[in-house]
């Protein structure tokens, strides 16, 4: 009687048996499992580029924010608030500003510079008239009449037009002397350094203080050499 024939793959005469575990590809031979996993571990090494790249996302954050100082930093720069306060606000080119819009005409500076010659003038014509006399008693009064006539001198055009800059013909009739730089009165210094410079504008048949007739600066020699305009007000 002969024995009974196993079914397929459970005998030892099976030649399928050893490649249910030891065929190519199978969890039976040995050669393969590294492949198996050896391809897995390019999987986590080609992420870790994809983490290295993280940081070069962070790395350009402060690329980003390093630009701001520089957006933030503009706006000191803004040209429209270099001449918003007071009076400069007329003029508001740098190193100065510039020429102002409201020049006075000739016919008012020439009306203003009569008042202050009347001011002046009168009591020294006084003085001058009571020294021509040979009477010694009317000298000395003739003597007070030019002090008089030119403390008021140096009063109204040094010191008064120079903290104001107005002296009271130009009050008169509504002008100002103002300094081209700060658009503010020059000072009693420079006021007086300006007085001295209209000898520059009598010199040459006094067309120096005709020169604001065609000047569109409207500005006689010693206004161009002490930067000064006059202005209506």
């Known amino acids: 009687m002969s024995n009974p024939t196993p079914p397929p793959g459970y005998g030892p005469q099976d030649p399928q048996q050893p490649?249910?575990?030891?065929?190519?590809?199978?969890?039976?031979?040995p050669g393969q499992q590294p492949g198996q996993y050896g391809q897995q571990q390019p999987s986590y090494g080609g992420q870790q580029p994809?983490?290295?790249?993280?940081p070069g996302q962070y790395g350009q954050q402060p690329g980003q924010y390093g630009q701001q100082p520089q957006q933030y930093g503009q706006q000191p720069g803004y040209?429209?608030?270099?001449?918003?306060?007071g009076y400069p606000q007329q003029y508001g080119q740098p190193g100065g500003y510039g020429v102002p819009s409201n020049l006075a005409a000739w016919p008012n500076r020439v009306g203003g510079w009569l008042i202050d010659v009347l001011i002046i003038?009168?009591?020294?014509?006084?003085?001058?008239a009571l020294a021509s006399g040979n009477n010694s008693g009317m000298a000395?009064?003739?003597?007070?009449?030019?002090?008089?006539?030119?403390?008021l001198g140096i009063w109204n055009i040094v010191f008064r037009q120079g903290t104001t800059g107005q002296t009271l013909g130009k009050s008169a009739l509504g002008l100002k002397l103002v300094d081209g730089i700060s658009g503010q009165p020059v000072g009693p210094g420079k006021a007086f350094l300006r007085q001295l410079t209209?000898?520059?504008?009598?010199?040459a048949c006094?067309?120096?203080?005709?020169?604001p007739l065609w000047d569109e600066k409207r500005q006689t020699f010693a206004d161009k050499i002490n930067n000064t305009y006059v202005i209506k007000l």
Not at 19 to 29: E, I, L
């Open 19 to 29: 490649g249910q575990y030891g065929q190519p590809g199978q969890y039976g031979q």
């Open 121 to 128: 003038g009168v009591p020294y014509g006084i003085g001058v």
């Open 140 to 151: 000395i009064l003739a003597l007070l009449f030019y002090l008089v006539g030119i403390g």
């Open 50 to 54: 994809g983490y290295g790249q993280q």
């Open 79 to 85: 040209p429209q608030y270099g001449g918003q306060p």
């Open 206 to 211: 006094y067309i120096g203080y005709l020169w």
């Open 198 to 203: 209209h000898i520059l504008d009598g010199a």
